[in-house]
Each structure stands twice: as structure tokens, then as C-alpha cells.
């Protein structure tokens, strides 16, 4: 709450877009100014999609704290690695470790090799890569092929979040980026939601279900994304 408030106060004292959002008044009621603002937005069929896509794809990642975490506690048999005991919780921990390195290690190599290559095919395959890891993430109980799934995921991602986040930026137009910005928050709050609700569908489909489920929907915000 407290960093909440913080950011606030430096997004209205010194992001000057926020403050001419804040200014323009065209009504006594700030809610039918947020209403139209919004209104504007959603007209916006190129940008909704891309923020529809988004949110599909992020609801996956998100997945992995829920459901997976879960399904990891529950199904996942304790392995021994040089001594070393790895339960679920613990497999689910190494799960953000490997992720985390990745990143680290390899985020300006993929930058410099993606240079290589054409947009659209690139961000196809990084959308794959990302489909495949995160499929075989949510039902695999074998150390070695979660380790190999996330590592696919992880890749997939620093291949095609470069890119979608500079088309986002292209489809913003520069007058409006506090309104459009705003809008584009609902993708991490609608795939926190999304992501819940795969707890209560995990209860009904068994993991090699989910592992389709979690293909389809990111296939489904890929195509949406790559349409824009």
C-alpha cells in the first residue's frame, strides 16, 4: 500500500503525462472523463487485441505460482541430487532459480541474435518456444524435463517480450500514453485472475488436460498479438 501511494505521488508530480490526463477536465465528474478516456481506447481495435493477447500470455506465466506450484506439492516424488533432497516446493523454488539465471545470463546475447532474423518469424518462434515449455511445465514430474521445459519457456520469452513490447509502444499514440498505459495495467490483473481460476479447472481436468489447456491459450494470445 505504502509503495502504491508512493508511485502514485511521482506519477502526478513528475510524469507529465499523467499530469495532463489529470488537467483535462471536459465534465464536473472525473468518472465520465475516466468513462470517455477509456471509451476512446477500446475503439482502439488493434490495441485491445494486442492487450487481450497479452493478457493470455502472461495468464500462463502467472500459472506457474498456482496451479503448478500445487500440482508440484501434491504429485511431484522426492528426488536426491548429490545428497541433496528435492521435494516439490523445493522443485517449484529451482523452477524460479533456473528462470531468474537465464535471464540474467542471456538476455544481451538473444538481443544481439534476434537482430539477425525477421520480426515475424522470430516472434512466431518465441511464441512457440514459450507455448511447448510452459505445456510440458504444467504436467512433467521429472526434474530433468522441468529444468529443460523452463528453460524452453524462458528463452521463448526473451525472444518475443522485446518485440511485443515495442509494437505496444508503436500502437500508442504519444498524446494519449497515460490513458493507453492505464488500460494496458488490466493485462497483469485480468491474468492474475485467469491464472486463479486455473486452480479451480485443475480440480476438474487431470495435468495432460491443462497441458493442452495452457497450449491453446497461448497459442489463442499469440495469434491475437500477431494479428495486430
Known sequence: AMVALILSFLYMKYIEETNSFIRKKEHNNVFVDLFIAYQTVIKDKRFVL???????????????????????????????????????????????????????????????????????????????????????????????????????????????????SAEMLTLIPKEKRGTYNTFSSFTFSGAQLLSNGSLVLGTYLNPYAMSIVVFVIVISGAMLMMGT
Not at 514430474?141 to 526473451?158: H, K, P, Q, S
Open 50 to 164: 494486442m492487450v487481450i493477447g497479452t493478457m493470455l500470455i502472461t495468464t500462463v506465466e502467472l500459472m506457474t505460482s498456482t496451479y503448478v506450484a500445487v500440482r508440484l506439492h501434491k504429485s511431484f516424488e522426492t528426488v536426491y541430487l548429490f545428497n541433496f533432497e528435492i521435494t516439490g516446493v523445493r522443485m517449484f523454488t529451482i523452477i524460479n532459480l533456473v528462470n531468474t539465471i537465464t535471464v540474467i545470463s542471456f538476455s544481451l546475447l538473444i538481443g544481439k541474435w534476434l537482430d539477425k532474423f525477421k520480426v515475424s518469424r522470430i516472434l512466431g518462434f518465441g511464441l512457440l518456444m514459450y507455448a511447448i515449455g510452459y505445456a510440458v511445465l504444467t504436467s512433467a514430474n521429472m526434474w530433468w524435463l522441468i529444468i529443460i521445459a523452463v528453460l524452453a519457456a524462458t528463452f521463448g520469452e526473451m525472444i518475443f517480450a522485446p518485440i511485443k
